[in-house]
């Protein structure tokens, strides 16, 4: 029984280059979100999808970020053009339902721009 | 606007002393609480919830939490903390629009 998925677990950029990080969720899972983690910092919220829609995404900055999650294969978070402010941990989350049943969380993608 | 705070950003403990991690919450409503746990590298794993009725919940590795509303609190416990419990503790409260409101989180530190 697998949990989320995540990879890869590391990823160096050069700025200006694009970042792919993938997520797969829990078997079963329909709900994904996606966070950030700054270093010293809390979780933040970024967006949220369901099976080829994004329900929330107010998270997510205006500019160089997009996900989706289509009907078949993982959540793709993209991060275009980076810069050193993106270096960070992302995280993805699945839920069966909605928010009310808590979270499985992936192992992360530590994100470092050079 | 939903707010969670953990007034303590580090704890340090000895080994088979008793642990509580604060925890704070601005919400409107009934909020729904977690904790949850980060070992270094790691994602996260949940401790416990609380959604409603009774406000003191259970949760694993031997941990419990306190929901009471008066104070706007769901303060974390444990009667005798472990060295394998040296981790990043989070605090959430889930909101509507499907996101969870992190703390910035309190790092455990156990000695022996």
């Known amino acids: 029984n697998a949990g989320v998925m995540q990879n890869p677990r590391h990823l160096v950029r050069r700025r200006g280059q694009e970042a792919r990080l993938r997520c797969s969720p829990v078997k079963g899972h329909s709900h994904v979100y996606w966070y950030r983690q700054l270093p010293e910092e809390g979780l933040k919220f970024m967006v949220y999808?369901?099976?080829?829609?994004?329900?929330?995404e107010s998270g997510m900055p205006k500019e160089r970020f997009s996900a989706e999650f289509p009907k078949e294969g993982p959540s793709i978070l993209r991060i275009q053009q980076v810069v050193r402010g993106d270096s960070a941990a992302y995280f993805c989350?699945?839920?069966?339902?909605?928010?009310?049943?808590?979270?499985?969380f992936g192992s992360g993608t530590r994100l470092t721009v050079v | 606007a939903q707010s969670v705070t953990q007034p303590d950003i580090h704890i340090t403990v000895s080994e088979g002393a008793s642990l509580e991690l604060r925890c704070n919450y601005s919400?409107?409503?009934?909020?729904?609480l977690f904790w949850y746990v980060q070992s270094p590298g790691q994602g996260l794993q949940l401790l416990l919830k609380y959604f409603s009725g009774d406000t003191l919940v259970q949760g694993i590795k031997g941990f419990e939490a306190e929901f009471k509303r008066s104070q706007s609190s769901f303060n974390l416990r444990k009667p005798s903390v472990h060295w394998s419990d040296a981790a990043e503790y989070f605090c959430a409260v889930g909101a509507t629009g499907n996101q969870f409101y992190f703390g910035t989180g309190t790092s455990l530190t156990v000695i022996p």
């Open positions: 919400y409107g409503a009934t909020p729904y």
């Open positions: 989350a699945s839920s069966p339902r909605s928010y009310e049943d808590p979270y499985t």
């Open positions: 999808l369901q099976k080829e829609n994004i329900i929330d």
